[in-house]
Protein backbone atom coordinates (compact mmCIF):
# COMPACT_ATOMS: atom_id res chain seq x y z
CA UNK A 1 0.00 0.00 0.00
CA UNK A 2 1.22 3.22 -0.39
CA UNK A 3 2.28 5.32 2.14
CA UNK A 4 4.43 8.63 2.57
CA UNK A 5 6.41 9.47 6.15
CA UNK A 6 7.46 12.51 7.46
CA UNK A 7 8.89 11.72 11.11
CA UNK A 8 10.03 15.31 11.94
CA UNK A 9 7.49 16.74 13.51
CA UNK A 10 8.45 19.58 14.46
CA UNK A 11 11.80 21.45 13.13
CA UNK A 12 13.50 24.88 14.24
CA UNK A 13 16.00 26.53 12.14
CA UNK A 14 18.56 30.19 11.84
CA UNK A 15 17.55 32.54 9.45
CA UNK A 16 19.46 32.11 6.22
CA UNK A 17 20.56 28.54 7.03
CA UNK A 18 19.73 25.25 5.07
CA UNK A 19 17.49 23.22 6.23
CA UNK A 20 16.19 19.34 5.25
CA UNK A 21 12.87 18.07 5.92
CA UNK A 22 12.61 14.11 5.78
CA UNK A 23 10.34 12.36 3.51
CA UNK A 24 10.14 8.45 3.09
CA UNK A 25 7.34 6.84 0.80
CA UNK A 26 6.28 3.21 0.15
CA UNK A 27 5.01 2.07 -3.06
CA UNK A 28 4.82 -0.83 -4.98
CA UNK A 29 4.64 1.26 -8.93
CA UNK A 30 7.14 1.79 -10.35
CA UNK A 31 5.76 4.91 -11.97
CA UNK A 32 5.57 6.96 -9.49
CA UNK A 33 5.72 11.17 -8.52
CA UNK A 34 6.47 12.76 -5.54
CA UNK A 35 5.57 16.49 -4.31
CA UNK A 36 5.90 18.91 -1.54
CA UNK A 37 3.62 21.19 -0.49
CA UNK A 38 3.61 24.46 1.78
CA UNK A 39 1.31 25.43 4.16
CA UNK A 40 1.30 28.71 6.15
CA UNK A 41 -1.20 29.59 8.69
CA UNK A 42 -3.40 31.01 6.10
CA UNK A 43 -4.17 27.88 5.08
CA UNK A 44 -3.38 27.80 1.50
CA UNK A 45 -2.05 24.68 0.04
CA UNK A 46 1.05 25.79 -2.53
CA UNK A 47 2.99 23.52 -4.86
CA UNK A 48 7.14 23.71 -4.35
CA UNK A 49 8.69 20.89 -6.29
CA UNK A 50 8.22 17.89 -7.99
CA UNK A 51 10.36 14.61 -8.69
CA UNK A 52 9.22 11.85 -11.18
CA UNK A 53 10.06 8.46 -10.27
CA UNK A 54 12.00 7.83 -13.74
CA UNK A 55 13.96 11.44 -13.12
CA UNK A 56 17.64 10.95 -13.37
CA UNK A 57 18.55 13.97 -11.64
CA UNK A 58 17.54 15.95 -8.64
CA UNK A 59 14.62 18.55 -8.99
CA UNK A 60 15.45 21.85 -7.77
CA UNK A 61 13.23 25.10 -7.77
CA UNK A 62 14.90 28.23 -6.77
CA UNK A 63 16.17 27.66 -3.27
CA UNK A 64 14.03 24.37 -2.98
CA UNK A 65 15.57 21.24 -3.90
CA UNK A 66 14.94 17.87 -3.55
CA UNK A 67 17.46 14.75 -2.64
CA UNK A 68 15.84 12.04 -3.93
CA UNK A 69 17.21 8.41 -3.27
CA UNK A 70 15.31 6.02 -5.13
CA UNK A 71 16.87 2.71 -3.36
CA UNK A 72 16.18 4.83 -0.14
CA UNK A 73 12.42 5.62 -0.73
CA UNK A 74 13.42 9.22 0.51
CA UNK A 75 12.56 11.93 -0.76
CA UNK A 76 14.25 14.99 1.19
CA UNK A 77 13.31 18.83 1.09
CA UNK A 78 16.19 21.04 0.94
CA UNK A 79 15.33 24.68 1.87
CA UNK A 80 18.80 27.21 1.41
CA UNK A 81 19.22 30.65 2.91
CA UNK A 82 15.94 30.23 5.15
CA UNK A 83 13.81 32.73 5.78
CA UNK A 84 10.76 34.14 8.36
CA UNK A 85 8.56 33.69 5.33
CA UNK A 86 9.18 29.85 5.42
CA UNK A 87 8.00 29.38 8.47
CA UNK A 88 4.70 26.67 7.76
CA UNK A 89 3.83 23.22 7.79
CA UNK A 90 5.74 21.61 4.93
CA UNK A 91 4.03 18.35 3.08
CA UNK A 92 5.18 15.81 1.21
CA UNK A 93 2.97 13.75 -1.11
CA UNK A 94 2.92 10.73 -3.43
CA UNK A 95 1.02 9.79 -6.86
CA UNK A 96 1.14 6.49 -8.17
CA UNK A 97 1.00 6.32 -12.18
CA UNK A 98 2.12 8.27 -14.80
CA UNK A 99 2.10 11.96 -15.47
CA UNK A 100 -0.54 11.48 -17.86
CA UNK A 101 -2.85 9.34 -15.73
CA UNK A 102 -3.39 11.90 -12.68
CA UNK A 103 -4.95 10.26 -9.66
CA UNK A 104 -5.06 11.25 -5.96
CA UNK A 105 -2.30 12.17 -3.92
CA UNK A 106 -1.30 10.63 -0.26
CA UNK A 107 0.11 12.72 2.05
CA UNK A 108 2.34 12.73 4.76
CA UNK A 109 1.61 13.95 8.50
CA UNK A 110 3.61 17.17 7.27
CA UNK A 111 6.47 19.12 9.10
CA UNK A 112 5.99 22.16 10.91
CA UNK A 113 9.27 24.09 10.36
CA UNK A 114 9.78 27.52 12.27
CA UNK A 115 12.71 29.99 10.60
CA UNK A 116 14.71 31.69 14.17
CA UNK A 117 15.99 35.38 12.85
CA UNK B 1 -4.98 30.07 -15.87
CA UNK B 2 -5.50 27.83 -12.67
CA UNK B 3 -8.04 29.00 -10.04
CA UNK B 4 -10.52 27.62 -7.56
CA UNK B 5 -12.90 29.12 -5.30
CA UNK B 6 -15.11 27.38 -2.75
CA UNK B 7 -17.82 27.94 -0.96
CA UNK B 8 -18.73 28.92 1.71
CA UNK B 9 -15.20 29.59 3.20
CA UNK B 10 -15.99 28.80 7.05
CA UNK B 11 -19.58 26.28 8.40
CA UNK B 12 -20.69 25.86 11.71
CA UNK B 13 -23.38 23.29 11.97
CA UNK B 14 -25.57 21.23 14.69
CA UNK B 15 -24.74 17.57 15.01
CA UNK B 16 -27.04 15.84 13.02
CA UNK B 17 -27.77 18.55 10.10
CA UNK B 18 -27.06 18.38 6.65
CA UNK B 19 -24.30 20.39 4.71
CA UNK B 20 -23.45 21.24 1.29
CA UNK B 21 -19.78 22.53 0.02
CA UNK B 22 -19.52 23.87 -3.58
CA UNK B 23 -16.25 24.11 -5.62
CA UNK B 24 -15.85 26.41 -8.97
CA UNK B 25 -12.92 26.07 -11.34
CA UNK B 26 -12.32 29.23 -12.78
CA UNK B 27 -11.21 27.74 -16.14
CA UNK B 28 -11.96 24.27 -17.79
CA UNK B 29 -10.14 21.06 -15.62
CA UNK B 30 -11.27 17.83 -16.28
CA UNK B 31 -10.11 16.10 -13.12
CA UNK B 32 -11.39 17.51 -10.08
CA UNK B 33 -10.82 16.44 -6.47
CA UNK B 34 -11.88 16.36 -2.85
CA UNK B 35 -9.74 16.38 0.34
CA UNK B 36 -10.51 16.55 3.92
CA UNK B 37 -7.74 17.79 6.42
CA UNK B 38 -8.04 17.63 10.34
CA UNK B 39 -5.63 19.59 12.49
CA UNK B 40 -1.86 18.90 12.20
CA UNK B 41 -2.80 16.38 9.88
CA UNK B 42 -2.14 15.79 5.97
CA UNK B 43 -4.82 16.36 3.74
CA UNK B 44 -6.69 12.64 3.06
CA UNK B 45 -7.96 11.89 0.00
CA UNK B 46 -12.02 11.70 -0.36
CA UNK B 47 -12.92 11.32 -3.98
CA UNK B 48 -12.53 12.73 -7.67
CA UNK B 49 -14.06 13.66 -10.65
CA UNK B 50 -13.24 12.95 -14.56
CA UNK B 51 -15.37 15.68 -16.26
CA UNK B 52 -18.75 14.41 -14.42
CA UNK B 53 -17.62 11.13 -13.90
CA UNK B 54 -16.87 10.07 -10.40
CA UNK B 55 -14.20 7.82 -10.77
CA UNK B 56 -12.89 7.32 -7.13
CA UNK B 57 -13.92 7.25 -3.44
CA UNK B 58 -12.00 6.60 -0.71
CA UNK B 59 -13.48 4.33 2.14
CA UNK B 60 -13.52 7.55 4.33
CA UNK B 61 -16.20 8.51 2.38
CA UNK B 62 -19.24 7.08 4.41
CA UNK B 63 -22.77 6.81 3.26
CA UNK B 64 -23.65 10.18 4.92
CA UNK B 65 -21.45 12.07 2.33
CA UNK B 66 -21.93 12.47 -1.77
CA UNK B 67 -20.54 14.06 -4.65
CA UNK B 68 -21.50 15.75 -7.79
CA UNK B 69 -19.89 17.25 -10.70
CA UNK B 70 -23.23 17.52 -12.90
CA UNK B 71 -21.12 19.62 -15.94
CA UNK B 72 -17.81 18.46 -15.32
CA UNK B 73 -17.55 21.90 -14.41
CA UNK B 74 -18.17 23.10 -10.51
CA UNK B 75 -18.39 19.94 -7.86
CA UNK B 76 -20.23 19.77 -4.39
CA UNK B 77 -20.07 18.03 -1.57
CA UNK B 78 -22.64 17.11 0.76
CA UNK B 79 -22.54 15.61 4.04
CA UNK B 80 -25.60 13.97 5.74
CA UNK B 81 -26.36 14.01 10.04
CA UNK B 82 -23.18 15.50 10.40
CA UNK B 83 -21.21 14.84 13.59
CA UNK B 84 -18.38 16.17 15.09
CA UNK B 85 -15.79 14.15 13.61
CA UNK B 86 -16.98 15.63 10.37
CA UNK B 87 -15.05 18.69 11.80
CA UNK B 88 -12.58 19.68 9.45
CA UNK B 89 -11.15 21.34 6.61
CA UNK B 90 -12.84 20.22 3.13
CA UNK B 91 -10.19 21.29 0.20
CA UNK B 92 -11.09 20.55 -3.67
CA UNK B 93 -7.91 20.53 -6.05
CA UNK B 94 -7.48 20.73 -9.51
CA UNK B 95 -4.34 19.18 -11.75
CA UNK B 96 -2.93 21.94 -13.63
CA UNK B 97 -2.28 20.24 -16.75
CA UNK B 98 1.27 21.65 -16.53
CA UNK B 99 4.61 20.28 -16.44
CA UNK B 100 3.95 18.16 -13.36
CA UNK B 101 0.51 17.90 -13.81
CA UNK B 102 0.41 18.91 -9.96
CA UNK B 103 -2.53 19.31 -8.08
CA UNK B 104 -3.69 23.39 -7.33
CA UNK B 105 -6.07 23.79 -4.41
CA UNK B 106 -8.43 25.75 -3.44
CA UNK B 107 -8.82 28.05 -0.34
CA UNK B 108 -11.12 25.48 1.84
CA UNK B 109 -14.20 25.39 3.19
CA UNK B 110 -14.27 25.17 7.21
CA UNK B 111 -16.59 23.24 9.02
CA UNK B 112 -17.27 23.17 12.74
CA UNK B 113 -19.31 20.52 13.83
CA UNK B 114 -21.00 21.52 17.03
Known amino acids: AQKITQTQPGMFVQEKEAVTLDCTYD???????LFWYKQPSSGEMIFLIYQGSYDQQNATEGRYSLNFQKARKSANLVISASQLGDSAMYFC??????????????FGQGTELSVKP | DTGVSQDPRHKITKRGQNVTFRCDPI?????LYWYRQTLGQGPEFLTY????????KSRLLSDRFSAERPKGSFSTLEIQRTEQGDSAMYLCALETGGAYNEQFFGPGTRLTVL
Open chain 2, 49 to 56: FQNEAQLE
Open chain 1, 27 to 33: TSDPSYG
Open chain 2, 27 to 31: SEHNR
Open chain 1, 93 to 106: AMREGGYNQGGKLI
